[in-house]
C-alpha cells in the first residue's frame, strides 16, 4: 500500500497501482489486539463501507483512543457500558456483535466479503455502492469535524497560512499520491526521503526532517506520537495546542508557521535542491511568527511582556564595565497611521542618561520601521557624542538585513537606509547589535507604543525615564 511507481514501472506494476485507490476504499481493519488501531480515525466497523464509528453527541470525544481502549483488561470482552456511552446505538450494537481475536495482530482485510479477500463480483459491488452514495443526500458533517473546520479559519496567522492549513485538511496540496490520485502519471514515492508514498501527512508529519523540526521545536506530542496515515488527526492535534496554556506563547504562535516552512523546505528541496536543517526550519517558523504578531498585536505583546516581566522576572540586564547600553523599540500598526521608534540608554548600574522616541510617517511594513529604529539610535548617539555602546533590539528582520544583506533578505528600498546605517556604525569606536528577549527590552519598547496608542507623534530627547516609568526602571536597576 506504501510502494511506489518506480522510474520503469512495467505494465504489470502499472496496472497493479491503477486499481490502490479503489481498493483503500473496500479495506476494514482488523482490530486483533487493538492496541495499534485509532477507534476514531481508523475504518474497523461496516457500514455500507468501511467506517469509524459515529459517537454520540454528548460523547467526550478523544481522538487518542484505541480499540483495545474498548476491551475490558486482560480479556476478549467489550465494556459494553463504555462503548454505550461513546457511540450511537447502531454502531454500539455492531459492535458488541463482533468477535474480539486478540490473538492475532491487526491487519488490513477486504471489507466486502465475509472472508476478507478481494473478488471482482465484490469489487463491482464496492463501485456500485460508491455510486450510490455520491448521489444520495449528503448528511453534514459531525462536531468535531465541524469544529476542527472552524477552528482552521479562526488560527491567529496570517491569511495564506490559514489558507493553506484548510488546503492540507481538504487534501489539496500538490503531493504525488494526490496527483496520482487525478489521473497524472507520476511516481507517489517521496523525492525528499525515498520512503512511502508522498502523501500530505507523510509530507507534514511523517518524513525524517518534519519528525525532527516537531521535535526541536519541543512540542508535546499525543501519548503514541503523530499519525503517519491522518492529517486530521494531527491537525486536531496542533490546533488544540495553540489554545493550550501548556506550552509556551512563542511554540503556541509558532505552530502554523511551523507548517507552512515545513511545506516550503520541501518544495525547496524538490525544485531547487536546498536542504535545511531542522533547526533553521523552526527558527525562519519563530521568527516570522514573533514578526507578524509584533505587527499585528503590539499592546497584545506588551501586556503579555509585562506579566513575563512581573511574575519571571526575566529583564534588563546590565552591560559590561565602560559600555552603555541602548536599547531600542518600535512600534508599527499599518502603512497609514505614524510608527513609533524610541531608545533608552542606561549604563552598570542601570541609571538612566538619556532616552528619546519619535515618529515617521508613510512607512509600509514593520521591517522597514525596524530598521528606522536603528537609524535614529545609532544617529542620536553620535549627537550626544556618546561612544562604546550595545544596541539591543528584539528585531529579527533588521538584523538579518544587516548581517546577511542580500535580495532573498532585504526590499531593494531598504538598501538606501541600510548604507546610511552601515556608514555611521563605522564612526563608532565599539559597538554591536545584539538581539534581546522582548521581556528584557519592556522599558523601550512601552516607550514607543505609547507613541502610537496616544499619537504622540512629536520627537524628543530627553535626560533621564520617562516620569511613568521611573518605578519599572528603578525594578529592573
Known amino acids: 500500500m506504501e510502494c511506489g511507481l518506480g522510474s520503469r514501472p512495467s505494465f504489470a506494476w502499472r496496472s497493479i497501482l491503477h486499481g490502490r485507490e479503489l481498493l483503500e476504499k473496500g479495506l476494514l481493519r482488523r482490530v486483533g489486539y487493538g492496541s495499534t488501531t485509532y477507534a476514531w480515525t481508523e475504518n474497523w466497523i461496516m457500514g455500507p463501507l468501511p467506517r469509524p464509528p459515529m459517537y454520540r453527541m454528548d460523547a467526550q470525544v478523544d481522538l487518542t483512543l484505541m480499540v483495545s481502549d474498548l476491551l475490558i483488561p ?3 470482552l467489550w465494556d459494553a ?8 446505538e447502531e454502531d454500539a450494537n ?26 471482482s463480483q465484490s469489487g463491482y459491488k464496492l463501485t456500485e455502492t460508491l455510486t450510490s452514495l455520491n448521489s444520495s443526500h449528503h448528511h453534514g458533517l459531525p462536531p468535531v469535524e465541524k469544529m476542527l473546520w472552524k477552528s482552521i479559519w479562526k488560527l491567529q496567522t496570517s491569511p495564506k497560512i490559514r489558507h493553506f492549513v484548510w488546503r492540507a485538511l481538504a487534501g489539496a496540496l500538490a503531493v504525488s499520491d494526490q496527483l496520482r490520485s487525478r489521473g497524472l502519471q507520476v511516481d507517489t514515492t517521496c523525492k525528499s526521503c ?13 518524513f525524517s526532517t518534519a519528525r525532527d523540526v516537531w521535535s526541536a521545536a519541543n512540542l508535546p506530542l499525543p501519548p503514541r506520537g503523530l499519525s503517519t496515515n491522518s492529517v ?21 504562535r509558532s505552530i502554523p508557521w511551523l507548517l507552512w516552512h515545513i511545506w516550503k523546505a520541501r518544495n525547496g528541496l524538490m525544485f531547487e535542491k536546498i536542504r535545511l536543517s531542522p533547526s533553521s526550519i523552526v527558527n525562519k517558523a519563530e521568527e516570522e511568527a514573533e514578526s507578524w504578531f509584533n505587527a499585528n498585536f503590539p499592546e497584545e505583546n506588551m ?47 542601570g541609571k538612566v542618561l538619556m532616552h ?36 539591543k533590539t528584539s ?67 530627553a535626560r533621564n525615564g520617562p516620569s511613568w516609568l521611573h518605578q519599572a526602571i528603578a525594578e529592573e536597576a
Open 81 to 88: 457500558s463504555k462503548i454505550r456511552s461513546l457511540f450511537v
Open 94 to 119: 455492531t459492535i458488541l456483535n463482533m468477535i474480539v481475536e486478540r490473538h492475532k495482530p491487526a491487519a488490513l482485510m477486504w471489507g466486502l466479503t465475509s472472508h476478507g479477500a478481494y473478488s
Open 303 to 349: 501586556i503579555q511582556y509585562q506579566t513575563l516581566y512581573n511574575h519571571q522576572r526575566i529583564v534588563w540586564q546590565a552591560p559590561p564595565p565602560g559600555m552603555l547600553k541602548c536599547n531600542i523599540g518600535v512600534s508599527w500598526v499599518n502603512g497609514s497611521v505614524n510608527c513609533g521608534v524610541s531608545w533608552i540608554t542606561r549604563d552598570t548600574r
Open 232 to 252: 486530521f488527526l494531527n491537525l486536531h492535534h496542533l490546533v488544540a495546542y495553540t489554545r493550550s496554556r501548556d506550552i509556551t506563547v512563542k511554540l503556541k
Open 395 to 461: 528585531f529579527t528582520h533588521a538584523r538579518r538585513c544587516l548581517y546577511h544583506w542580500d535580495g532573498q533578505v532585504c526590499a531593494p528600498e531598504s538598501y538606501r537606509t541600510l548604507n546610511i546605517i552601515n556608514s555611521k556604525l563605522q564612526l563608532i569606536s565599539a559597538w554591536s547589535l545584539d538581539y534581546v528577549l522582548p521581556a528584557r527590552n519592556s522599558i523601550a519598547s512601552r516607550i514607543t507604543v505609547s507613541v502610537t496608542s496616544n499619537h504622540l507623534y512629536q520627537s524628543y530627547i
Open 194 to 206: 525515498g520512503m512511502g508514498r508522498e502523501t500530505i501527512c507523510h509530507t507534514l508529519f511523517s
Open 356 to 391: 528619546s522616541h519619535r515618529s515617521y510617517s508613510m512607512v509600509q511594513s514593520r521591517e522597514e520601521a525596524e530598521l528606522y529604529a536603528i537609524l535614529w539610535a545609532i544617529e542620536s548617539m553620535q549627537t550626544l557624542r556618546l561612544d562604546n555602546i550595545i544596541f
Open 74 to 76: 486482560n480479556s476478549n
